[in-house]
T-cell receptor, first 114, second 113 residues
Framework: GAGVSQSPSNKVTEKGKDVELRCDPI?????LYWYRQSLGQGLEFLIY????????KSGLPSDRFSAERTGGSVSTLTIQRTQQEDSAVYLC????????????FGPGTRLLVL | GNSVTQMEGPVTLSEEAFLTINCTYT??????LFWYVQYPGEGLQLLLK?????DKGSNKGFEATYRKETTSFHLEKGSVQVSDSAVYFC????????????FGSGTRLLVRP
């Protein structure tokens, strides 16, 4: 079946603008994760959604970052007032349930802030 | 806190050589352990996993054994191919409420013909 999809695949924006990144998880997967892959920080966790529970936002680097998941499926990561240090590849993953279940990753959105 | 440490790369090998990529972890409980691989131009893929001590994960000729006594999960392959050239990430999740993956820094493998 279809894997995790993300859009856009690439995004170039100017410093100070807001951006929205979208993730479509695998159908039926209740758990959804956002990660960031950057040169300076490696692969780091941002946020986790599990069903209707309150999300785990412990990895969000600042209050400029927020995410929502509508209807338990599609998720949007929003970065307000982007900074150059936000440039990175943003990865979304989903799993059947939370726990040690395999997380399946999307292709990522490459964000460049000029 | 919980963390993963991988050997520095890049690792350069000739085809058919034996591969070991070291991975050790620090965790307050009993993690599940994973190896993910990122081929050039592609997304992260799960390579193998182990969820409890002494479990051996294996896939595509790669193996890793969950060693609780040494807190390690080293990746091995007996005979590498050029197509194995990629970046390999060791990772763990904890049995807490979030199950987020905590990744090592990644090890780039380059296999020469």
């Amino acid at each position: 079946g279809a894997g995790v999809s993300q859009s856009p695949s690439n995004k170039v924006t100017e410093k100070g603008k807001d951006v929205e990144l979208r993730c479509d998880p695998i159908s039926g997967h209740t758990a959804l994760y956002w990660y960031r892959q950057s040169l300076g920080q490696g692969l780091e966790f941002l946020i986790y959604f599990q069903g209707n529970s309150a999300p785990d936002k412990s990895g969000l680097p600042s209050d400029r970052f927020s995410a929502e998941r509508t209807g338990g499926s599609v998720s949007t990561l929003t970065i307000q007032r982007t900074q150059q240090e936000d440039s990175a590849v943003y990865l979304c993953a989903s799993s059947l349930v939370g726990g040690p279940e395999t997380q399946y990753f999307g292709p990522g959105t490459r964000l460049l802030v000029l | 806190g919980n963390s993963v440490t991988q050997m520095e790369g890049p690792v350069t090998l000739s085809e058919e050589a034996f591969l070991t990529i070291n991975c050790t972890y620090t965790a307050t409980g009993y993690p599940s352990l994973f190896w993910y691989v990122q081929y050039p131009g592609e997304g992260l893929q799960l390579l193998l996993k182990a969820t409890k001590a002494d479990d051996k994960g294996s896939n595509k000729g790669f193996e890793a054994t969950y060693r609780k006594e040494t807190t390690s999960f080293h990746l091995e392959k007996g005979s590498v191919q050029v197509s194995d050239s990629a970046v390999y990430f060791c990772a763990l999740t904890m049995m807490d409420s979030s199950y987020k993956l905590i990744f090592g820094s990644g090890t780039r493998l380059l296999v020469r013909p």
